[in-house]
């Protein structure tokens, strides 16, 4: 791996090791005092989201490096549930180069997974809601089926955002009041739109995959275009093996 740019000028004494990773990508101050979302994605050369189906086909071990170096930062991962059943989500683990670093910071030892869905339509029986080391959250809708919700409550925090559909303000606010400010999304494209969407994703980091793949997959948000088109700024970019590894912050 090689840092191409580095414009905050953060100490990288070597791109691949998980303390240089962990510094580049560290969450600002700010984000200890109010939430700050960071969306994590992978897209091909010509924009696909996913390949047969699956995020996995885009990836690459740099890919997974930085991956885990970011549930590694953050207090709460935000997915969506069709991501959940397509990628067979597993919770966050703790990792011992991250478990001082993660105590000092008053943060669990690892990740909570904050799970989106308006159905519950989850599989309670996965590790996911049986293994985490912190109890899985479900955000969902007043108007979630009655029945579903009691069960999802027996294994996970219940989180309503919402009458009919998740408001993704309110989500991301829930999840802020339980002390998760550095926030972290993982799509897939549709939750990634909505939160995009409502003027809330403060930082995008998009693994650009060397491959055109053609066909039909999305793009890595989904949903209508926003009134107010975002622009962001480049904070740095790695390359290894062909990959990029971009890192984007909103503009301001």
Same mark, same amino acid.
């Given at each position: ?34 939430? #700050? ?14 390949? %047969? ?7 690459? %071990? ?18 969506? %549930?069709?991501?959940?059943?397509? @990628? ?7 990792? @011992? ?9 008053? &943060?669990?030892?690892?990740? *909570? ?8 339509? /989850? ?27 009691? !069960? ?20 991301? !606010? @829930?999840?802020? %009041?339980?002390? #998760? ?14 939160? *995009? ?6 930082? /995008?980091?998009?693994?650009? *995959? ?14 209508? &275009? ?10 740095? /970019? ?15």
């Amino acid at each position: 791996m090689q840092l191409l740019i580095n414009p905050l000028d953060r100490p990288v004494a070597d791109p691949a090791a998980p303390e240089s990773l962990a510094a580049l990508y560290a969450y600002p101050p700010s984000a200890a005092g109010r939430p #700050w979302l960071r969306a994590n994605m992978v897209s091909s050369l010509d924009g696909a989201a996913r390949l %047969a189906g699956l995020s996995e086909g885009l990836s690459s %071990a740099a890919d997974k490096r930085i991956f885990g170096v970011l549930r590694a930062l953050a207090d709460v991962v935000l997915v969506g %549930a069709e991501t959940v059943r397509a @990628e067979g989500y597993r919770p966050a683990r703790a990792r @011992e180069a991250f478990a001082a670093a993660r105590a000092s910071a008053g &943060q669990a030892p690892a990740a *909570a997974i904050a799970v989106v869905s308006r159905s519950l339509r /989850l599989d309670l029986s996965a590790p996911l809601f049986t293994e985490p080391l912190v109890r899985t959250v479900v955000v969902t809708t007043e108007d979630a089926p009655a029945d579903a919700r009691r !069960a999802v409550a027996a294994v996970a925090d219940v989180v309503v955002a919402g009458e009919r559909a998740v408001d993704p303000s309110v989500a991301v !606010a @829930e999840l802020a %009041a339980r002390g #998760w400010t550095r926030q972290l999304t993982e799509g897939g494209p549709r939750l990634l739109g909505s939160l *995009a969407g409502a003027g809330l994703l403060d930082e /995008l980091c998009l693994s650009v *995959a060397p491959l055109v793949t053609g066909g039909d997959a999305p793009r890595i948000t989904a949903g209508p &275009q926003p009134a107010d088109v975002r622009a962001m700024d480049l904070v740095s /970019l790695i390359e290894a093996d062909g990959f990029l590894f971009t890192r984007y912050a909103r503009r301001g």
